[in-house]
């Protein structure tokens, strides 16, 4: 090796391709966690959410879909309230997840910015987000915009997931469902379905090579952990 006076080879890992093959392969259905972002009985960040799931399973995969309504605000109670260990466990059992929320003032709402405030980059040695994949959508009152899915990927790079490069921005979204709450055919409908078919792909692609693509130097070093080979999210259950 040459001479790097501030690297520790103790725990040095040049990527090699024989570690991107998983050392067991998950046989069972991709799992994804469904977060949307607004209180309203017509929700259409929920609609879309809704939408987002039933195609989903039409791929085959096995979904959920969180209900904010009761998720108390951050640091407002203790990280046993049930909402909040209803919210840990489903980031847990996934291997993906679908963010939605309205464009507000120019951002996401607080109503889904909570959602991520109680999910923990660590806790129990356990990472409830990192690793997996997500999507990012929105949907917007008036002309279309980027601004709330530019802010979910800056979210979503802090909580340290593999954000697929589509994503779904919905204008005038109160035109684009009918009265039972099914998106109408339209080229946002398709954008849709384009962003869950990439959102499923990459999570068949890294689910089995997650933890070998986030595992990083500076966190082996400063554990004093050597390199331990690949590992998956396969074994992560919710409870019975």
Same mark, same amino acid.
């Given at each position: 090796?040459?001479?790097?006076?501030?690297?520790?080879?103790?725990?040095?890992?040049?990527?090699?391709?024989?570690?991107?093959?998983?050392?067991?392969?998950?046989?069972?259905?991709?799992?994804?966690?469904?977060? *949307?972002?607004?209180?309203?009985? +017509?929700? *259409?960040?929920?609609?879309?959410? !809704? !939408?987002?799931? #039933?195609?989903? #399973?039409?791929?085959?995969?096995?979904?959920?879909?969180?209900?904010? +309504?009761?998720?108390?605000?951050?640091?407002?109670?203790?990280?046993?309230?049930?909402?909040?260990?209803?919210?840990? !466990?489903?980031?847990?059992?996934?291997?993906?997840?679908?963010?939605?929320?309205?464009?507000?003032?120019?951002?996401?709402?607080?109503?889904?910015?909570?959602?991520?405030?109680?999910?923990?980059?660590?806790?129990?040695?356990? +990472?409830?987000?990192?690793? #997996?994949?997500?999507?990012?959508?929105?949907?917007?009152?008036?002309?279309?915009?980027?601004?709330?899915?530019?802010?979910?990927?800056?979210?979503? +790079?802090?909580?340290?997931?593999?954000?697929?490069?589509?994503?779904?921005?919905?204008?005038?979204? *109160?035109?684009?469902?009918?009265?039972?709450?099914?998106?109408?055919?339209?080229?946002?409908?398709?954008?849709?379905?384009?962003?869950?078919?990439?959102?499923?792909?990459?999570?068949?692609?890294?689910?089995? #090579?997650?933890?070998?693509?986030?595992?990083? *130097?500076? !966190?082996?070093?400063?554990?004093?952990?050597?390199?331990?080979?690949?590992?998956?999210?396969?074994?992560?259950?919710?409870?019975?």
């Amino acid at each position: 090796m040459p001479d790097f006076p501030a690297l520790d080879p103790a725990f040095v890992d040049p990527p090699r391709m024989e570690a991107l093959v998983p050392q067991t392969a998950s046989t069972h259905p991709p799992r994804f966690l469904l977060l *949307y972002g607004s209180l309203r009985e +017509r929700s *259409y960040s929920r609609l879309l959410i !809704e !939408e987002a799931d #039933r195609l989903l #399973r039409c791929f085959g995969a096995e979904t959920r879909i969180f209900d904010p +309504r009761g998720l108390p605000q951050p640091d407002d109670a203790p990280d046993d309230h049930p909402k909040v260990r209803e919210l840990r !466990e489903l980031s847990l059992w996934s291997e993906g997840h679908v963010w939605c929320s309205p464009e507000r003032h120019g951002t996401i709402t607080g109503i889904f910015k909570s959602q991520i405030d109680w999910l923990p980059l660590e806790t129990g040695g356990m +990472r409830p987000t990192q690793g #997996r994949t997500l999507a990012v959508c929105q949907v917007n009152a008036g002309s279309q915009s980027f601004n709330a899915v530019n802010n979910l990927r800056i979210l979503g +790079r802090w909580m340290r997931m593999i954000t697929v490069p589509n994503q779904s921005s919905v204008a005038k979204a *109160y035109d684009e469902f009918d009265d039972a709450g099914r998106m109408r055919p339209s080229p946002y409908y398709d954008r849709l379905v384009d962003v869950m078919e990439e959102l499923y792909k990459f999570t068949l692609l890294t689910r089995d #090579r997650a933890d070998y693509l986030v595992d990083r *130097y500076s !966190e082996r070093k400063a554990e004093g952990r050597e390199p331990s080979g690949t590992a998956s999210l396969a074994s992560i259950r919710l409870p019975d």
